[in-house]
């Protein structure tokens, strides 16, 4: 059950990532493109979490993986609240 559920999050990390990048690709807009990238990396770490790690998350790179992840979101709303192009 655990798997299903954690292949249900990879893939709609995977599909939000893509339906950021359509927006990305009709405003040319960085806010979208690094939302993408922020949640295709979230859905390779939860990934590679169920594949090729122990059931787990104590290891400390899932976690910096997801502090970039979640990092890429903040500096995209500052990005966009500052008018940084």
């Known amino acids: 059950m655990d798997d ?3 292949g249900g999050i990879v893939t ?3 599909l939000a990532g893509l339906f950021f990048l359509r ?3 009709e405003t040319h807009d960085r806010f979208f493109l690094l939302f993408a990238l922020s949640f295709w990396i979230e859905g390779a770490n ?3 979490l169920t594949r090729f ?3 787990s998350e ?3 790179l899932f976690y910096l993986v997801r502090l970039l992840a979640y990092g890429l979101i903040i500096v995209a709303i500052v990005m966009k609240n ?3 192009r």
């Open 82 to 84: 500052r008018g940084i």
């Open 46 to 48: 939860r990934f590679a």
């Open 23 to 25: 927006f990305w690709r």
């Open 53 to 55: 790690a122990a059931p």
């Open 4 to 6: 299903f559920l954690a």
């Open 58 to 60: 104590d290891a400390p």
């Open 12 to 14: 709609a990390s995977f």
